[in-house]
C-alpha cells in the first residue's frame, strides 16, 4: 500500500493546484513524537512474554473465557449524569427552536416509547401500527394536498384507495403509496441508513431520496431496501411477510441480521441494555424466528445455543461474551 | 509494515490456533497499536493492559475469526472499544469528547519561520493534525500513518465509507487552509 499518495477517492474531490496541495500535505504530514514512539519504555518482546502467560494456562485448563471487569454502578451512574445534561440541553434547543418554527408549520408526531406498541387510525382510511422505540411526524397540512408522513424506526401502515397519495419518508427512501398494506422499517443506529421495504398486498412505488428518479415498483409478497450506498432500489425479493411482520404479534423474526442489530431490537423492544462484549460476536449474522418469544432471558438462552455464545446478568444489563 | 495479505493469512492461522502466526502478528502490530491506544488514554501503562486484554481476548476467540473482514480493522475497534469504555468508566465523557490531547501550539517564532526548511512545515504539519476536529483526524490518521482502506477505516470509525471520504476531504481542507495561511505569512515576512 502506497501511503506517499492519498487514495484515488479523495483526490478526486481536488482540482488542480487544489491537488498539488493535497499531495504536499498528504507527504509531509507526520505523527507529533509521543510516548508510543519506541524510545520509551514499552518492549513488545517483554509484552509478548506477559501475553503468553495469560493464555498458556487458560488453553490447559481448557477454559477459553476469562471473566472481564464490568461496568460498574458509579459509572453508569454518571453516564446517566451526563445524559440528563444532553438532555436538558437537548430540551433547551428544542423549545427555542419549536418557538421559531411554530408560525411555519408545527409538527406533530406519534411515538411508541421503548417497550410498547402503538397503534393510530386517521380519518381517511388510514391505519398505523408502530413498533417499540419508533415515531411517525407530519405537520398540520397533512390531508389538505398532501399526505406526507416522516417514519423514524419501523411501522406497518394500511391505507384505503382514495385517489390521494399517501407518502412516507425516512433518512433514505421515500415510499409512495395509493392503497395499500405494508411495513417500513428504517433505523437512525443503522449505520449504513437502511430502509427495508416489505409490502403485503397493493402496489407502492420505492426511491432513494438521493436519487428520487431511479424508483422501482414493488409487488406484494416482496420485500426491497435503499441506504447510503445502494441510491438505485435493490431488485425486489419474495418474503414471507407473516414471519417479516411478526413484529406485530410482539414475535421476532431476524434473516441474516447482525447480532448488534438484534441486540438494539431486543432493546427497543423490551426497554433494556443489552452489552456485546465481543466484536466478533456483533458482526455475526443470525437468522431466527420467534413468533412468541415471551420474556427476554428466553430469547437471550435461545440466542446464546444458536451462537454458541455466554451471557450474564448484571443490574438490569445483560452482557453477552 | 505488513500488507494486506498477511493479514489474512495470519487469520487463517490464527484460527487454527498458530502460535508462531500469532507471535507474528503480535510483533508487527504492537507498536502501531500501542499509538493508537495512546490517542485515547494518554498512559503507557493503560495502553499497555488495554494492549494485553485485546491479543488475549483475540486468542480466546481465534475459532470465530472472519477471514472475510479484515483482522486489522477488528484488532483497533478493538483497542479502540475498550479506550473508550475504560474512559468512560472513570469520568462521564461523550464520545466527541474522546478527542486527541490538547497541547498547546508553539507559537512560531519569525527566526524560525524564515530559516525555511521542509523540517518546519512537517512540524506545522503535525501541529495542525493535531488540532482537527477527532472524528476528521482519526479518519485522516488511519489512512496516512497506518495504510488503512476507507472500508477498513469504516468498520474501525463503525460509520459508513461515504463518511470516512467526507472526515478525510474535510480534514484535507482545513489543512489546506492553514497552508495557504502560513505560505501568505512567510512571504510577507520576507
Known sequence: ?321 | MAKATDYQQWARKIRASDEKAFHDLFMDSYQPLMRYALNFVKDTDVAKDILQEVYAHLWDIRDRLDEKKSLKALLYRMVKNRSINLIRSRRPVRLDDVAPSEQPSEEMSPESIRSDSDGLLEKQLSEWIEALPPRQREAFELSRFEGFDHHEIAEVMECAPRTVNNHIVGALNTLREQLKQWKSQRENRE
Open chain 1, 1 to 321: 500500500m502506497n501511503m506517499k499518495r492519498p487514495d484515488h477517492d479523495i483526490l478526486k474531490h481536488f482540482s488542480g493546484k487544489e491537488e498539488d496541495e493535497v499531495r504536499l500535505i498528504w507527504e509531509k504530514a507526520r505523527r507529533k513524537q509521543q510516548p508510543g514512539d519506541d524510545a520509551i519504555g514499552v518492549n513488545p518482546e517483554e509484552e509478548w512474554a506477559l501475553l503468553q502467560k495469560r493464555i498458556q494456562p487458560a488453553d490447559r485448563s481448557g477454559l477459553r473465557v476469562r471473566p472481564r471487569p464490568l461496568r460498574t454502578r458509579s459509572s453508569a451512574a454518571k453516564v446517566s449524569v451526563a445524559k440528563t445534561y444532553a438532555f436538558i440541553t437537548a430540551l433547551a434547543a428544542v423549545l427555542l427552536g419549536g418557538f421559531i418554527m411554530w408560525y411555519l408549520f408545527m409538527p406533530v408526531s406519534m411515538e411508541a416509547p421503548r417497550g410498547e406498541y402503538a397503534g393510530f387510525h386517521w380519518d381517511d382510511g388510514i391505519h398505523v401500527e408502530l413498533n417499540s422505540g419508533s415515531r411517525i411526524t407530519w405537520n398540520r397540512t397533512f390531508g389538505n394536498g398532501h399526505r406526507n408522513l416522516r417514519l423514524h424506526g419501523e411501522a406497518y401502515f394500511e391505507v384505503q384507495p382514495s385517489g390521494k397519495p399517501f407518502v412516507v419518508e425516512t433518512q433514505t427512501a421515500r415510499v409512495e403509496v395509493l392503497g395499500t398494506r405494508f411495513n417500513v422499517r428504517s433505523w437512525s443506529d443503522d449505520p449504513d441508513g437502511r430502509t427495508t421495504l416489505t409490502l403485503v398486498e397493493g402496489q407502492v412505488r420505492l426511491a432513494s431520496l438521493l436519487e428520487p428518479e431511479s424508483h422501482i415498483l414493488v409487488q406484494p409478497g416482496h420485500t426491497s431496501q435503499v441506504d447510503y450506498h445502494n441510491t438505485k432500489p435493490l431488485d425486489p425479493q419474495p418474503v414471507n411477510t407473516d414471519q417479516a411482520l411478526a413484529w406485530r404479534n410482539h414475535g421476532f423474526y431476524f434473516s441474516g441480521i447482525s447480532m448488534s442489530e438484534v441486540a438494539a431490537e431486543l432493546e427497543r423492544r423490551y426497554d433494556s441494555e443489552i452489552i456485546i462484549q465481543d466484536e466478533v460476536l456483533g458482526d455475526r449474522p443470525l437468522t431466527i424466528y420467534l413468533p412468541r418469544p415471551g420474556e427476554l432471558e428466553n430469547i437471550i438462552e435461545t440466542i446464546c445455543f444458536v451462537t454458541n455464545c455466554r451471557y450474564e446478568e448484571k443490574q438490569g444489563t445483560i452482557y453477552l461474551y
